[in-house]
């Protein structure tokens, strides 16, 4: 099946840092989404994507849907402390749309 | 506006024991999810339904059985638990690409 690669698993950044993850595969979608997954919750949407090269901000936080299709970036700038904890790529996993594959996750964690 | 609803939170099972995780939504969702998360494996899905009385394998389906008897509500069963389905449940609604998920059930079977 597909397989969406994050990376890098885990980071370990200071409060006001900029944060750079990707999420890969070897298919081409047509959506990708990013979830972010606080401590002992469920994972909430942050961004979709829809169209290969676009840009999309929610906040501090900013998404870009891959040129080829087969990747997306995720950053978040000037990082605070509740932007810690796990955030998930994902994407379609047919043409229906109905069920998703997501990422391994990237594990956010801020030094003091 | 209470979203996804998990019940309930936390549950320890002994193996052979069975019982039934119980998934509401009040966002008028034709799909419903089940997923289960382990430590280093994201999400996988488990059991879905596009629409009151349907359901369908995902990924990992083997222990575990499903219903939608009620648009609202999907049930996710263990029949006979292992001590290999010690993991973080989570139940999800939605439409197109976008689900909305529950808080989480956390089982660990003895």
């Known amino acids: 099946g597909q397989q969406l690669n994050q990376s890098p698993q885990s980071m370990f950044i200071q409060e006001g840092e900029d944060v750079s993850m990707n999420c890969t595969s070897s298919s081409i979608f047509n959506t990708w989404l990013w979830y972010k997954q606080d401590p002992g919750e469920g994972p909430v949407l942050l961004i979709a994507l829809y169209k290969a090269g676009e840009l999309t901000s929610n906040g501090r936080l900013t998404a870009q849907f891959g040129i080829t299709r087969k990747d997306s970036f995720l950053n978040i700038s000037a990082s605070i402390p509740s932007d810690v904890g796990i955030y998930f790529c994902?994407?379609?996993?047919?043409?229906?749309?109905?069920?998703?594959?997501f990422g391994t996750g990237t594990r956010l964690t801020i030094i003091p | 506006n209470a979203g996804v609803t998990q019940t309930p939170k936390f549950r320890v099972l002994k193996t052979g024991q069975s019982m039934t995780l119980l998934c509401a939504q009040d966002m008028n969702h034709e799909y419903m999810y089940w997923y289960r998360q382990d430590p280093g494996m994201g999400l996988r899905l488990i059991h879905y339904s596009v629409g009151e009385g349907t359901t369908a394998k995902g990924e990992v389906p083997d222990g575990y059985n499903v219903s939608r008897l009620k648009k609202q509500n999907f049930l996710l069963g263990l029949e006979s638990a292992a001590p290999s389905q010690t993991s973080v449940y989570f139940c999800a609604s939605g439409y197109g690409n976008i689900q909305y998920f529950g808080a989480g059930t956390r089982l660990s079977v003895l």
């Open positions: 994902a994407a379609p996993q047919n043409f229906g749309n109905e069920k998703l594959t």
